[in-house]
């Protein structure tokens, strides 16, 4: 059994929109990663088998290597169709907004969602959820959005109703986002919905095969590159690699080639904090993801120096400015942060 982790007023309240509504939207942030897409297409599975008219959008491209995901054909993607997304949007009786708290996190579809009139959900899991939906379903202790759209349908009462293919898509973002299992995965309760997925027939291990193991040649070389030129702050029990434009060039870049780099340096005995910096080649800006083991707060340094935010242990934030600047920036928190990062 699951502890009941979702207030039943909330579960009552959102059981009794979805029964009215005809029209629904989800959406998820910029930049989807596996839980974005895997909570988002887990709901719409669900909402699609009880006959609602029902449409993901997420405001740009997704990784290649989560493209094999039931469903995923069917995303649309708002910097390509915004006009079509629009629509959707405005005529929506629902919308479902997953694995954001804030409407900063999609980008241009910001406008297009607060302007709507549609009952508006929030699903999420990051911290400090601003107030810009109906029901606010906001659980920072669970480790993935998808784990909550699980517990959302069975609490409905429909866990009979979840697929093989939605329970593939729930499974891949609850292993996203904690690495394969590897961080925020202590609670047993996530083994008893794996369980609970088995049985739906999904196959675990060819799922992390086609999520982990299908990266290019490319990719591996360039993982050799930026390892090889990675900092370590010994004393700061902390690293930092980084990307150019022009580097990413030299590898053939390809989005999603440089996902899960930021992890690598926290394999370093007593490195505790990593940076990774890359260069963005849509808009002139340095894209931050940091991640800590332990109680270093990276979303506490992401928002102070990098305009951010996050989890304790993953966040991420934007620069404006060069590499080199945004490398000293870093250094400087470090500086500030070193009681911290210090044990
Ligand atoms: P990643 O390093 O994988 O891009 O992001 C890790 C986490 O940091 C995300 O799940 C999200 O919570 C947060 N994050 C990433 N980029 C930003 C950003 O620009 N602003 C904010 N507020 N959070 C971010
Ligand atoms: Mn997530």
Known sequence: MLTKVIEQTKIDHFTKWIERADKIVIVSHVSPDGDAIGSSLGLWHFLYSQDKAVNVIVPNAFPDFLKWMPGSKEILLYDRYRDFANKLIAEADVICCLDFNGLKRIDAMADAVETSSARKMM??????????????????EISSTSELVFRLICRMGYF?????????????????????????SNSQEIYFIISELLSKGI???????????????????LMGYVLSKMKVYSTYNSALISLTKEEQGNFDYIKGDSEGFVNIPLSIKNVCFTCFLREDTEKPMIKISLRSVGKFPCNKFAAEFFNGGGHLNASGGEYFGSMEEAVKVFEQGLEKYEILLKF
């Open 123 to 140: 699903l999420d899991h990051h911290p400090y959820p601003d107030e810009f939906c109906d029901i606010t379903i906001s659980h920072p």
């Open 160 to 184: 009979s109703d979840i697929s093989k293919d939605g329970a593939e898509c729930i499974y891949t973002g609850m292993m996203t986002d904690t690495g394969g299992f590897t961080y925020n």
């Open 203 to 221: 196959d675990k291990d060819a799922i992390y095969r086609k999520v982990f193991n299908t990266y290019s040649e490319s990719r591996l070389r």
